[in-house]
């Protein structure tokens, strides 16, 4: 059974840049939720996306934003790249929402902003 | 506000010697807590979901414990490819996703 995709693993990109994540979940999964991970903050989560619709969000500025498609699959979007945005990017899937049950990490993506 | 505090931050064991780390949170209507353990540079892998009070779960050397306060996971004779980022994370009532304690760093040395 495979497990969360996540592409690209890594990435680098200048300040001022927007950059675009994708996350395919376990197969069967419906629920996608994005965390942000850094080694001073920890993992914080981003927003959450169940059935096409954004269930809830973090408290993280608008230029980050997502989307999930009909085939469960997200992407998320940063805009207007600054250098904290540097971080490992984790996306979770899990079967259904509200999650009662385990969520699933990808490997992440490493965003590095220059 | 859910809170999230894991202890020790870090831990250097010896191969063999038995320990415990400590997840407590401060939740509004625990609906579960997780632990996960993570490896450098890649993501969470799931390890426990623990849902009640006096629910214990156990998988190899690792098993976890769960009170109303705080949960533990106890590593027994641990090898040195036990370490890792112990993660825990409990989900609350609220819609916010999950929690994350910041982790202990555990290295178990040969």
């Known amino acids: 059974k495979a497990g969360v995709t996540q592409t690209p693993r890594y990435l680098i990109k200048t300040r001022g840049q927007q950059v675009t994540l994708s996350c395919s979940p376990i197969?069967?999964?419906?629920?996608v939720s994005w965390y942000q991970q850094t080694p001073g903050q920890g993992l914080q989560f981003l927003f959450e996306?169940?059935?096409?619709?954004?269930?809830n969000k973090g408290n993280f500025p608008g230029r980050f934003s997502g989307r999930q498609f009909s085939n469960s699959r997200s992407e998320m979007n940063v805009s207007t790249l600054e250098l904290g945005d540097s971080a490992l990017y984790l996306c979770?899937?899990?079967?259904?929402?509200?999650?009662?049950?385990?969520?699933?990490f990808g490997q992440g993506t490493r965003l590095t902003v220059v | 506000e859910d809170q999230v505090t894991q202890s020790p931050e870090a831990l250097r064991l010896q191969e063999g010697e038995s320990s415990s780390l400590n997840c407590s949170y401060t939740?509004?209507?625990?609906?579960?807590l997780f632990w996960y353990r993570q490896d450098p540079g890649k993501g969470p892998e799931f390890l426990f979901t623990?849902?009640?009070a006096g629910e214990e779960k156990e998988k190899e050397r690792l098993k976890a414990t769960l009170t109303k306060k705080e949960s533990f996971l106890h590593i027994t004779a641990p090898k040195p490819e036990d370490s890792a980022t112990y993660l825990c994370a409990p989900l609350g009532g609220g819609a916010d996703g999950l929690t994350f304690g910041k982790g202990t760093h555990l290295i178990i040395q040969p």
């Open positions: 996306y169940f059935s096409e619709t954004q269930r």
């Open positions: 197969s069967g999964h419906r629920s």
């Open positions: 623990l849902y009640s």
């Open positions: 939740v509004s209507g625990l609906r579960g």
């Open positions: 979770a899937s899990a079967k259904g929402w509200p999650m009662n049950t385990e969520a699933f």
